[in-house]
């Protein structure tokens, strides 16, 4: 259970998410209901998608105070504390992107295609893009392709030919490269990299524990922010980390540890 306890951290917010939206859509059960775009928890407190209500500003829709409000509500959390852990501990689409690079492991496919690649820079021009689409047609350009908001919408509302959609950025993951849509491609990623790139949570490496097995970068689905293993104790400070978990649980050696832990247990040991 060690080796999965981010993991399974992980897969309990992101399901237990979605079940609370479905309750406030279905049961009137209102700690949390919307979607992943606006919502309100309890009825009251607003949260929305900042990159989302960016694209709206840049089509030159009005934006209400409460879609404004809580868009600096999620800005404030994820770019003062959780990194880019909406793309880990948030999107429904990890869901699916996770599988098919299990199945990759699995079925020995990162072998037969190798040589394909993506610039992971490639996200940000999409994001670059998505602002100025929204701009030039008057709509929130990403909103209306997203397979996060497809995939979101289809598991609360039922599924229309958007799926399609999401089977495409399966079959990306799993057959052409790895790590494809969420690593290369996501504007929202890229988004969340940015805003939280000096947030207080990070990962932490120890070089002098640390026995150069590697595992670490074969588990990370964005294995350039571990480019510290190996060379030198540090803070993994690139905000394309989703602190996941995964490069701690793999690790035999206890190189690697949530620096917030370490503060913890400094504090609690009177240092």
């Known amino acids: 259970m060690k080796k999965y306890r981010f993991l399974i951290f992980r897969r309990i917010i992101q399901i237990g998410l979605l079940f609370l939206y479905i309750l406030g859509t279905y049961q009137s059960f209102w700690i949390l209901k919307g979607n992943l775009s606006s919502s309100l928890i309890f009825n009251t407190i607003p949260l929305s998608d900042p990159f989302a209500i960016l694209q709206l500003v840049f089509s ?21 504390f959780a990194r880019r852990a909406f793309c880990a501990y948030v999107c429904p689409l990890n869901l699916v992107t996770d599988f098919a690079n299990f199945l990759r492991r699995i079925l020995k496919i990162d072998g037969l295609n190798s ?15 998505s602002l100025i689409l929204s701009s030039i047609f008057g709509l929130a350009a990403f ?10 919408r289809g598991l609360i509302f039922g599924f229309g030919l958007g799926i399609f959609g999401v089977l495409v950025v399966f079959l990306l993951d799993l057959f052409v490269v790895k790590n494809g849509f969420c690593g290369h491609l996501c504007p929202l990623g890229a988004f969340y990299s940015l805003i939280g790139r000096f947030a207080l949570l990070k990962v932490q490496y120890d070089l002098e524990a640390c026995t150069n097995c590697l595992e670490c970068k074969k588990i990370c689905p964005e294995k350039q922010v571990l480019s510290l293993v190996g ?12 602190v996941c978990g995964r490069c ?24």
């Open 115 to 129: 040589s394909l690649s993506l610039k992971r820079s490639l996200r940000y021009y999409i994001l670059a893009l």
């Open 248 to 271: 701690i649980e793999v690790c035999e050696d206890n190189a690697l540890k949530f620096n917030l832990i370490n503060f913890a247990k400094r504090k609690n040991n009177g240092l």
């Open 143 to 152: 909103e209306a392709i997203s397979p996060i908001g497809i995939l979101h």
């Open 231 to 242: 060379k030198r104790s540090g803070i993994v400070n690139a905000g394309e980390c989703i």
């Open 60 to 80: 030159g829709a009005m934006v209400g105070a409460n879609a404004l409000i809580g868009a600096l509500i999620v800005l404030l959390f994820y770019g003062l």
